[in-house]
């Protein structure tokens, strides 16, 4: 087994969020329980919905996909569902 760094989880886009914006912190934090937590990158898979949380799946090094309004749960429970070995990681707000 290959032992995985913090530097692993994160995607070699920067963030373009606004200054002072609250979704770096909750981007570093999530990070940080993806390192710790030591989840494989091929069966990690990050949801989002719209607005600026929307980009969260772009800033990591997982698998992800983008919802459509208010949808980000049910997809995700969906994906759960279909393959219980996922981790599966939903990311909501200003607008979901």
């Known amino acids: ?15 373009d969020w606004c200054p002072g914006c609250g979704d ?3 981007l570093s934090a999530l990070q940080m329980a993806l390192f710790e937590l030591r989840l494989d990158l091929s069966q ?9 949380s929307a980009k969260t ?7 992800g996909v ?7 749960l049910p997809v995700a429970q969906g994906a759960k569902l279909a393959n219980p070995h996922l981790a599966v990681v ?3 707000g200003d607008g979901d």
């Open 1 to 15: 087994m290959v032992e995985l760094k913090l530097t692993d989880y994160k995607a070699d886009k920067h963030p």
């Open 90 to 92: 939903a990311v909501g």
């Open 44 to 52: 990690t898979v990050v949801f989002s919905g719209i607005g600026c």
């Open 24 to 26: 770096f912190g909750i």
């Open 66 to 72: 983008h919802t459509l309004h208010g949808r980000v």
């Open 57 to 63: 799946p772009h800033y990591l090094n997982v698998y």
